[in-house]
């Protein structure tokens, strides 16, 4: 599989009611093993803390197995009939996953883990763009 993109970037919460080990775990069922998670702490609305869990993946052999995971899942084939509206007008393609799922070790579209791929085209137009991504997926 050929990678259209110049990286990819990955983003949960984790919340104080949830185990800090088990939202990483979810982030990791993306990841290769060697890919950092970036930690860092927010207050919430109410004063609790939110602890936002990242990653940024660049390396086409990293990109690869992310896409790998992802097409394994079947939720490529999903992203693939929905383009059109995950494609954004800077060329970033969004996918949400479920990230109790992921918690469980499978890999399902819902909410709870951003996925954010920034698209490689040149030029550098939304069309273009759209063709990387459908010849790649």
């Known amino acids: ?6 990286y990819l970037d990955l983003r949960t919460f984790c919340y104080g009611t949830e185990s800090e080990d088990r939202v990483e775990s ?3 069922t993306l990841l290769p093993e060697d890919v950092p998670i ?5 207050e919430g609305h109410i004063g609790d803390t939110i602890v936002v869990l990242s990653a940024r993946v660049e ?3 990293e990109m ?3 896409l790998d995971a992802l097409g394994e899942a079947g939720v490529l084939d999903e992203v693939s009939a929905e383009l059109d509206d995950r494609l954004d007008d800077n060329n970033s393609l969004f996918v949400h996953l479920d990230k109790q799922a992921a918690a469980q070790g ?3 579209l819902g909410a709870g883990i951003a996925l954010r791929g920034k698209v ?3 030029p550098a137009t939304r069309e273009a763009a759209l063709e990387n991504v459908r010849e790649a997926l």
């Open 1 to 6: 599989m050929s990678v259209p993109f110049h």
């Open 26 to 28: 979810a982030l990791r």
């Open 38 to 42: 970036e930690r860092m702490e927010s």
């Open 59 to 61: 390396r086409a052999d």
């Open 64 to 66: 690869r197995h992310v």
């Open 106 to 108: 499978a890999l399902a």
């Open 120 to 122: 490689e085209a040149y």
